[in-house]
């Protein structure tokens, strides 16, 4: 428990195998699972294994820019959504870094435009990594 840092409810994250950086993630101990906004998603076979392409908006201050990605398909996940319905979402693994450490984390991919993040930090890729501390934001930054 020493080596854990104190995180708050709004942190910074860079997603390098993504090309995504300084990334906004809400901290959220009651999601399980984290999730990232992608749009267009597609499958496709690679090798014999299941791959997905999709896009995704890599600036936050620039809706407007799109690239696309493409990500080895772990497995698919049944998830309750923040509106409690039920839906399938494909799950990646992919590196995140926060605070200069590097981590693999499990990712769900979905529909997160209505949401004020792109991207929720769950319980799973925090787990021993992290104390949340929720009346604060950017801990890691000293961004508050």
Not at 8 to 16: H, I, K, N, R, T
Not at 119 to 125: F, H, I, Q, S, T
Request: proline share 3%; net charge negative; with cysteine.
């Amino acid at each position: 428990m020493n080596n854990k840092k104190i995180v708050g409810a709004v942190e910074l994250c860079d997603l390098p195998k993504l090309a995504i950086s300084d990334l906004n993630v809400r901290v959220d101990t009651g999601a399980a699972t984290s999730s990232l906004h992608v749009d267009n998603i597609e499958e496709f076979d690679q090798d014999g294994e299941l791959w997905i392409k999709f896009d995704i908006h890599p600036d936050i201050h620039n809706v407007e820019r799109v690239v696309r990605r493409e990500a080895r398909v772990e497995g698919q996940k049944r998830v309750k959504s923040s509106t409690a319905t039920l839906e399938k979402r494909y799950v990646i693994i992919t590196p995140i870094i926060m605070d200069g450490y590097q981590w693999d984390i499990q990712l769900t991919l979905t529909d997160r435009s209505e949401m004020t993040y792109l991207m929720l930090l769950g319980r799973e890729a925090m787990r021993g990594q992290f104390i949340v501390d929720p009346e604060h934001d950017f801990l890691l930054t000293g961004k508050d």
